[in-house]
Structures are given as C-alpha cells and as structure tokens.
C-alpha cells in the first residue's frame, strides 16, 4: 500500500506537470501542508523534498518554497553544451576571432614538415614531453609566477586538470569548501567523485574568508577550489591581501588549493597567482580554450613534487597522455607568439563586449568585470530566472539561471550571460531582449 506522503507527492508533481499549479506559484509553508493535508510537519517537509528533487520545486530560505519552470528545454536551467544552430547562444563561452581557421590551416602544414612526424604517432610520456613542458612553462611564467617544466603535467584542458586533481589527490567523501556560486563543471566533478561540497559565503569582492576560516574550525575541510584571477560567474580578482589571508588559512587547516585560472589571461598585470604564495601546497589549473580556442583540448597543471606521481598515474588512467598534435600545435603557437597575439586580441573583445553590455542594460543591476566574458544578473525579490530563461528562449536566446552555479541550500534568483560566442551585432540584439525580459518580469 502506499505511503500517505507518497499519495500527496504524486498529487502534487501532477498538479504541476500538467500545469495545474503554474510555475513560479509561491507553495503553502510546511506547517500549512500539514495542516491541509493532515499530515505531520515532519512528513510536509519530506513532501516538498521529494518534490525537489523530482526537479518540480525549489525551496528558499526565508520566501518559501515555488514551483520551478519545467518547459524549458533541457539544459537551460541546467548546464549543457549543444544549442540549436538558429539560437544566439549566451549561456556558453567560447569566444573566437576572424582568421583563426587559417591560422589552423597553417600550423598543421608547418609541424606536418619539420621535426619526427612519425613520433606523433607514439605514445608520449603521461606528462608530456620535455621540451614541451618547457614551453608552456614559460607561457605560464607570465601569468605571474616561474614553475618549472619538471612541476608542469600537460593534460587534456583545464578540465581534465580539474579532474585528475580530483582523482588523484581526493577521496570519496572529502570535504571541498566553494564559493557559494562556482564553476558548475567543479560541482559534476564532485558529484562524480562523491565530494562534499560546502559554500562559502560571497562578498562583494571575493568570498567571505572569515566564513571560511569558521567552516574549517566546524568541519574537517580537506581543500579549497577557488578562482582567484576572474572569478567565473562573479567576475572578482581577489587582492594580494585577500590571497594572503587564503594562504594562511590553507596552512592554518592544512588545506589542499585547487586553483582554477582558466580565465586569468583576460585580467592584464593581477596580482600573482595563489600558486607563487603557498606553491607547497596548491595546483594550479589552466588551459588554452579560451585564450585559443575551445576544440584545443590542452592544458596544463603546476603543482609541487609531493603531489606529481598521483597526478600522472591519473593522467595514465584516464588518457595516458595528451594527443601529441594538439600539444604540438599549442606549443608552435606559443613559441612563434600567436597565443600572445591572441590573448591580446581577446582581451580587447571582451572589453568591447563589455561596453556593449553596459550600453544595452542601462539600469538593470549587474554584476561583471570590464575585462570578463560574462555577466551576472541579480534579479528583484519575487522574481523568477526560470521564467526569464523561458521568455528569452522563446526568442531563440539561450541564457542560464544560477542554478549550475549554486553551492547553497538556496539558489538566488539571477541569469548568468555569455558574452563571447555570438557576433557583436548578434550579442546587442540578444542584449535589448534580456533587457526586454528583465523589465516583464519586474512588472509582474
């Protein structure tokens, strides 16, 4: 026979589902389930927590609980990464300039010419070889810090780093303290390896690091992953006292630092990066997607001698090496200066789309860095990013809600726009849309 509350939870879901209840419907409080229902307030609240994680509701902590927006199409509320071909895509960056194609063109005809083509053929050394560590050392020593091509693992992007970093040095059940809103690929990464994460609060430039140091004295923390040079959605660059002050932290609680700086190239002269003050003890992430091109799956790790070996036996378990043409051509771009140039050219991009934002917002509250290729766009109490996503979709506009993004109990409502993977003139008409739809939904 079934449960009481299994009777109500099935009301309910199909009460919402064939839109009976409509989304954005604020939902009686606990005590008043109970009450209508019959029920125990303990059983109200298993109710609503089966409902959310049927993906039907989501609870907010002194609002109540809502139903959320279920017709929109998969993965705009969630991340994911295909789109159709008409829809401006602003929920996924991968920003692209004229001519990169024939740069392509180019560099396979100039490494199919010179040196051992055969050797591309072979297996190479989990790490990468040698001189091509040394390359992308010297690449990374202008991100503000020297590593050495012995402490560089190259690796299939940032986010395989990410993820032998998880593998390697992590256990199932380890505690990872985050930013309250992260890197949803971070959040998949945990999930998959069975991590507990847990939020630290945000402030206007950077997390609360005395919510942290609190978090350590209450829990077991074992490492930290942050995004101290761009924040990704946030947009802070974290000051030298603000890294110094995670330092310290980290040493105090013996944490691990997973340091992600997938967009640190954007920001021009940051202060060093957490790895060049505690390099003892942080693992350093980085890519050449975004600064190249998203289809370069290369990246690279620096980290310190004590955690190598278990970073390249992960390497070895999951692609036992990177694939030697791609870290060829990266290393020819490095070596000639084309990812200067191009570095150099994105940063100019993003900053031009920047205005862009800025000129088609108006007064729409945002949050964002001049230099960032994306924006964060906090909405009014009593507002629903679902129901913005689904307006702009309906305008062939693809956006996120913070809901990938959110490492708390309670996800604010917001939409986080791309900037970087659609024309400028594409990217101001979709901009006068989002705008559009803000301002509905303020109306409402």
């Not at 924040?231 to 105090?252: D, F, M």
């Not at 990246?299 to 970073?311: I, N």
């Not at 702009?392 to 913070?402: D, P």
């Amino acid at each position: 026979m079934k449960a009481r509350y299994k009777t109500i939870v099935d009301k309910m879901a199909d009460m919402i589902r064939n839109g009976e209840i409509s989304s954005g419907t604020r939902l009686p409080t606990h005590r008043d389930l109970s009450t209508q229902e019959h029920i125990s307030l303990a059983t109200a609240t298993r109710v609503y927590s089966e409902l959310a994680a049927m993906g039907l509701v989501s609870g907010e902590t002194g609002r109540g609980t809502f139903v959320r927006e279920i017709s929109l199409p998969h993965g705009h509320g969630v991340n994911q990464h295909a789109v159709a071909t008409d829809v401006l895509d602003l929920n996924f960056n991968y920003p692209s300039l004229p001519g990169q194609g024939e740069l392509l063109r180019d560099v396979l005809r100039q490494i199919s010419t010179v040196g051992d083509i055969e050797s591309y053929l072979r297996y190479q050394p989990h790490a990468g070889r040698l001189a091509e560590r040394e390359i992308i050392a010297g690449h990374l020593s202008c991100q503000g810090f020297e590593p050495t091509a012995d402490q560089v693992i190259i690796v299939n992007g940032a986010q395989h780093g990410l993820a032998i970093t998880a593998m390697g040095l992590l256990r199932p059940g380890d505690v990872v303290a985050v930013d309250a809103l992260t890197y949803p690929e971070f959040k998949a990464l945990a999930e998959l390896y069975h991590l507990e994460l847990i939020a630290i609060p945000s402030l206007a430039g950077g997390p609360d690091l005395i919510a942290l140091r609190q978090l350590c004295q209450k829990r077991h923390v074992r490492a930290v992953y942050v995004m101290p040079t761009l924040h990704n959605p946030l947009g802070w660059v974290l000051t030298h006292s603000q890294r110094k002050e995670l330092v310290a932290i980290a040493r105090t609680y013996d944490l691990l630092i997973i340091e992600d700086a997938a967009y640190a190239y954007l920001i021009r002269r940051p202060p060093p990066p957490i790895a060049f003050y505690a390099p003892e003890r942080t693992v350093y992430v980085s890519g050449y997607s975004k600064n190249v091109a998203t289809g370069l799956r290369v990246g690279a790790v620096v980290c310190p001698d004590a955690y190598r070996f278990a970073l390249e036996r992960a390497v070895r378990a999951t692609t036992w090496n990177t694939p030697s043409v791609m870290t060829a051509l990266v290393c020819h771009w490095i070596q000639d200066g084309t990812v200067a140039r191009l570095e150099t050219l994105k940063r100019r991009d993003a900053r031009q789309r920047q205005a862009v934002l800025r000129e088609m917002l108006g007064n729409i509250p945002c949050i964002t860095n001049p230099s960032s290729y994306f924006a964060w766009l906090p909405l009014p109490d009593e507002s629903r990013a679902d129901r913005v996503v689904k307006n702009l979709m309906g305008n062939n506009i693809s956006v996120s809600t913070a809901a990938p993004f959110s490492t708390s109990l309670t996800t604010p409502q917001a939409i986080r726009i791309a900037l970087g993977s659609v024309t400028i003139d594409n990217l101001r008409k979709a901009l006068a849309k989002v705008r559009e739809a803000v301002e509905l939904e303020q109306c409402r």
